[in-house]
């Protein structure tokens, strides 16, 4: 890439890791953002001591465009902006964050997309790379910019990225040897505006890939499955509905990868991971794994011991016989729906939080006998009560905290039940964020 003037498009996390990679191999930077009240000096102050990044606010002169060599997008931004329009017309490359990332980095790149369980198939799949090879980085939407990491990366490097559909409308050249897409659900239509649009955006994972290459998809997926038809890389499918010719599936709760002969990795109650959706996760991990080439053993060994991502039915530990789940992230109810049917004992379930509106009751049907009591706190317990005995839900108890929540559910609950915190509501008022909240109930529950 020979371009010398870049415009990074976009101030956020993702901004200031491209300006940092692109003034790292000798570029001229300028940074901006439509956004005029953001303060240049704290910007600066991000990306490091002696930069020479330049900082541009508000309105994008005319002339500076006709200066440019390239514009990298921050994957927030949409890319059918006017001006954004107005660049492509001058004939401007147009790249994304992962784009830039691609052509710096170095080694292999594993690509996880889709609507749902980007976060756990890509967090699961960084820790079975870690046990299989040295030079691992886990990169993308997980909270680590793939630019800040390209530039140490080596040939013999894996990155395991979680790419966002945002990310994968501005890719040209970017091609992983392993790509997944887990699912496809209506979601982000706002900047998308149709279906079929959001479609496109997800399927371009793949787009660049061959035949020495491979790509996971999920049976059960109406539009990933007939997707497959139509590539050019290696197709290998994941269903937890039925038994494949080929590929990962789910068969009286045992986890088989079948290439030729079937090889179980473990029954479902051998993982701390709870839950169909968790279970397709962890079938997606492990054809990616698998299809690059990882031994059955570090697998198994890894999907085992693999305890979920923080806050999203994150097993905490086991007290007394009694479980304990922390579902943090599980602040409104169709969340918290997912996190109750993932439950496989008789459970006592705190919630309640700060109220954002939401309507209890299908929550609260979606219990189907699992729940003993329903412990309650925050802002919303009155009315989650009121819900759960519009339904015919009697068993609740309300508390006036966490803490006391935990002792609550301690001393009630017997060998073979679990805990959850699901509470199906935002923590503000109480807590700072999601995170906050969970990281309390987890101290709560140790100092059991």
């Not at 599936?249 to 045992?254: I, R, T, V, W």
């Not at 379930?349 to 929550?363: F, V």
Request: hydrophobic share 40%.
């Amino acid at each position: 890439m020979n371009n010398q003037k870049v415009l990074v498009f976009g101030s956020g996390v993702s901004g200031i890791g491209a300006s940092r990679l692109l003034e790292q191999v000798g570029k001229d930077v300028i940074l901006y953002d439509g956004n005029t009240s953001l303060d240049p000096e704290n910007m600066k102050a991000q990306l490091g001591e002696g930069t020479k990044v330049e900082i541009l606010l508000g309105e994008l002169p005319e002339e500076v465009m006709k200066t440019l060599d390239l514009v990298v997008m921050s994957p927030g931004v949409p890319t059918d902006l006017p001006v954004v329009n107005k660049m492509r017309e001058m004939g401007i490359p147009i790249w994304g964050e992962i784009e830039l990332a691609y052509t710096y980095g170095k080694g292999d790149v594993l690509a996880i997309t889709g609507t749902n369980g980007k976060t756990t198939t890509t967090a699961l799949l960084g820790e079975i790379m870690k046990n299989h090879t040295e030079s691992v980085f886990v990169v993308g939407n997980i909270g680590n910019p793939y630019t800040t990491e390209a530039l140490n990366m080596n040939e013999k490097s894996v990155a395991v990225a979680e790419v966002s559909s945002f990310q994968l409308e501005t890719i040209h050249a970017f091609k992983p040897r392993v790509s997944a897409i887990l699912n496809i659900t209506p979601d982000h239509l706002n900047r998308h505006h149709t279906m079929e649009a959001y479609i496109a955006a997800k399927e371009d994972v793949a787009k660049n890939q061959t035949e020495e290459d491979t790509c996971v998809l999920n049976y059960e997926d109406e539009v990933t499955r007939k997707f497959g038809e139509t590539l050019k890389a290696k197709v290998l499918y994941f269903s937890s509905q039925r038994k494949l010719e080929k590929g990962i599936y789910l068969d009286n709760g045992n986890i088989i990868y079948k290439d030729g002969e079937e090889v179980v990795l473990c029954h479902v109650s051998e993982l701390k991971l709870l839950g169909t959706h968790n279970y397709e996760n962890v079938m997606a991990a492990s054809a990616m794994a698998a299809a690059y080439g990882v031994s059955m053993d570090v697998i198994r060994k890894t999907i085992k011991e693999f305890a979920g991502v923080a806050h999203r039915i994150e097993f905490v530990c086991e007290k007394n016989g009694v479980a304990y789940y922390n579902d943090s992230k599980g602040t409104n109810p169709d969340a918290a729906i997912k996190g109750i049917q993932a439950m496989n004992r008789k459970t006592y379930l705190i919630g309640g939080g700060y109220d954002k509106d939401s309507e209890y009751e299908e929550w609260i049907e979606a219990f189907d006998g699992k729940v003993k009591k329903l412990v309650l706190l925050g802002q919303t317990k009155e009315k989650i009560a009121q819900a759960a005995r519009n339904v015919g839900f009697e068993e609740i108890i309300m508390t006036e905290s966490l803490e006391e929540a935990v002792k609550v559910c301690s001393e009630l609950s017997e060998p073979g039940d679990a805990v959850l915190l699901s509470p199906a509501c935002a923590s503000w008022g109480m807590f700072k964020n999601y995170e906050e909240r969970g990281d309390k109930f987890k101290e709560f529950v140790n100092a059991l």
